[in-house]
């Protein structure tokens, strides 16, 4: 993906460029610096750091990789903090502005970044991120590269401000416990045991509907439950339209239906598939693929790929991806999903985050994937 953020040690990642928080002087700085210099080979890339001599704050200049696994180690100069007073933040967006272009002129196709000066120079790691996030994204707007931002541990990735609050609160109030076992939960309604509580766990009756196979208990068993002192009536949740009885009975109706079709008949007569629903949108929000698949985080291979496939079958975090760059609303997102044959889960932390961003119009992607990372969830994109 245009974007990824991982955790790692960034010695160990392979790109085609390596970006160091270099020290301004031709001597070995502490933290990354010092770890980059030892993996490369302290010696050679020493030796490759004093042809370029001394650096200013925002600089960037390049060297071989030497025993990295890149060809490529950009040096730029990171500010230590003070304050804020002395221009830092503007500083720290000019390292990883004058990296990314140094990087596209070398011809890479992707490059790896620390969070600049978020270690020994004392930059607060949460102004640090806005900033990485900010300008990464903003290059990657103009231009095709996979940039990966990488965290050594994720206790130094903070996500803080009310948007970030907001989604942990809405997760926690909206995470379900898994549901009940099913006949379980028949008895407890047919007794009138069940409550509100107990239908606020989900959106969908899937989660209680019974399979063909459930064993309904014999009138006389259901005669000598708790509460249960009038004559056996089935009840009524096993008549409702969409209950598997129901479903049941139109099935015959269905299947002869279409066992008086061919196959091929079957398939001329199917719905819209999942990529003519996905650029009929895009023609419907005038947007451009370049548009769509930066604002998605996807790669523009891969969109290719779905836009030259009638029949391509997307993953669900590609999907996810697509309905924040497009910009849906969530009955939008749904109506996506369910083409592609998913739905928002009430049980997982990713589409829990998407859908609280979604309904309060949050589409920055990279947001997004920064409070997936946090949570430990893989970030959207491809």
Same mark, same amino acid.
């Given at each position: 993906?245009?974007?990824?953020?991982?955790?790692?040690?960034?010695?160990?990642?392979?790109?085609?460029?390596?970006?160091?928080?270099?020290?301004?002087?031709?001597?070995?700085?502490?933290?990354?610096?010092?770890?980059?210099?030892?993996?490369?080979?302290?010696?050679?890339?020493?030796?490759?750091?004093?042809?370029?001599?001394?650096?200013?704050?925002?600089?960037?200049?390049?060297?071989?990789?030497?025993?990295?696994?890149?060809?490529?180690?950009?040096?730029?100069?990171?500010?230590?903090?003070?304050?804020?007073?002395?221009?830092?933040?503007?500083?720290?967006?000019?390292?990883?502005?004058?990296?990314?272009?140094?990087?596209?002129?070398?011809?890479?196709?992707?490059?790896?970044?620390?969070?600049?000066?978020?270690?020994?120079?004392?930059?607060?790691?949460?102004?640090?991120?806005?900033?990485?996030?900010?300008?990464?994204?903003?290059?990657?707007?103009?231009?095709?590269?996979?940039?990966?931002?990488?965290?050594?541990?994720?206790?130094?990735?903070?996500?803080?401000?009310?948007?970030?609050?907001?989604?942990?609160?809405?997760?926690?109030?909206?995470?379900?416990?898994?549901?009940?076992? !099913?006949?379980?939960?028949?008895?407890?309604?047919?007794?009138?045991?069940?409550?509100?509580?107990?239908?606020?766990?989900?959106?969908?009756?899937?989660?209680?509907?019974?399979?063909?196979?459930?064993?309904?208990?014999?009138?006389?068993?259901?005669?000598?439950?708790?509460?249960?002192?009038?004559?056996?009536?089935?009840?009524?949740?096993?008549? !409702?339209?969409?209950?598997?009885?129901?479903?049941?009975?139109?099935?015959?109706?269905?299947?002869?239906?279409?066992?008086?079709?061919?196959?091929?008949?079957?398939?001329?007569?199917?719905?819209?598939?999942?990529?003519?629903?996905?650029?009929?949108?895009?023609?419907?929000?005038?947007?451009?693929?370049?548009?769509?698949?930066?604002?998605?985080?996807?790669?523009?291979?891969?969109?290719?790929?779905?836009?030259?496939?009638? *029949?391509?079958?997307?993953?669900?975090?590609?999907?996810?991806?697509?309905?924040?760059?497009?910009?849906?609303?969530?009955?939008?997102?749904?109506?996506?999903?369910?083409?592609?044959?998913?739905?928002?889960?009430?049980?997982?932390?990713?589409?829990?985050?998407?859908?609280?961003?979604?309904? *309060?119009?949050?589409?920055?992607?990279?947001?997004?994937?920064?409070?997936?990372?946090?949570?430990?969830?893989?970030?959207?994109?491809?």
């Amino acid at each position: 993906m245009p974007l990824d953020i991982i955790r790692n040690d960034i010695t160990r990642v392979t790109a085609d460029a390596i970006v160091n928080t270099a020290n301004p002087h031709v001597a070995v700085g502490p933290g990354t610096d010092r770890a980059i210099y030892e993996a490369a080979g302290a010696e050679k890339l020493l030796e490759a750091r004093a042809r370029i001599g001394e650096m200013k704050p925002g600089q960037a200049a390049y060297t071989p990789a030497f025993a990295l696994d890149a060809d490529y180690i950009i040096h730029t100069v990171g500010p230590a903090w003070r304050g804020g007073r002395f221009h830092e933040r503007e500083t720290a967006a000019e390292c990883y502005h004058s990296s990314l272009k140094l990087a596209a002129d070398l011809g890479c196709e992707s490059v790896a970044f620390p969070l600049i000066s978020s270690g020994s120079y004392g930059f607060p790691k949460d102004e640090a991120l806005k900033i990485a996030i900010r300008e990464i994204s903003s290059f990657l707007m103009e231009h095709d590269m996979n940039v990966t931002l990488v965290v050594y541990d994720r206790e130094s990735f903070v996500m803080s401000g009310k948007a970030f609050a907001g989604v942990r609160s809405y997760i926690e109030e909206h995470e379900i416990r898994p549901p009940e076992p !099913r006949m379980n939960r028949m008895f407890r309604e047919y007794t009138g045991s069940l409550n509100a509580e107990d239908l606020s766990g989900s959106d969908s009756s899937a989660d209680y509907m019974y399979s063909d196979e459930a064993v309904i208990p014999e009138e006389s068993e259901i005669l000598m439950m708790p509460e249960a002192s009038a004559p056996y009536e089935a009840p009524d949740l096993m008549y !409702r339209k969409d209950s598997a009885a129901a479903q049941k009975a139109e099935a015959p109706k269905k299947e002869k239906t279409l066992r008086e079709l061919t196959l091929e008949q079957i398939m001329k007569i199917r719905g819209e598939t999942f990529q003519q629903m996905l650029l009929r949108t895009i023609d419907g929000k005038g947007m451009t693929d370049p548009e769509v698949y930066k604002r998605s985080n996807i790669d523009r291979k891969l969109f290719s790929k779905i836009r030259s496939d009638v *029949n391509y079958n997307p993953s669900k975090r590609t999907v996810l991806a697509l309905a924040v760059g497009l910009r849906l609303n969530y009955d939008e997102a749904v109506d996506l999903l369910q083409k592609a044959g998913y739905s928002f889960s009430p049980s997982s932390v990713t589409d829990l985050t998407v859908r609280y961003c979604i309904e *309060n119009d949050i589409y920055d992607i990279h947001e997004i994937n920064c409070y997936l990372f946090t949570f430990g969830e893989k970030t959207l994109g491809a």
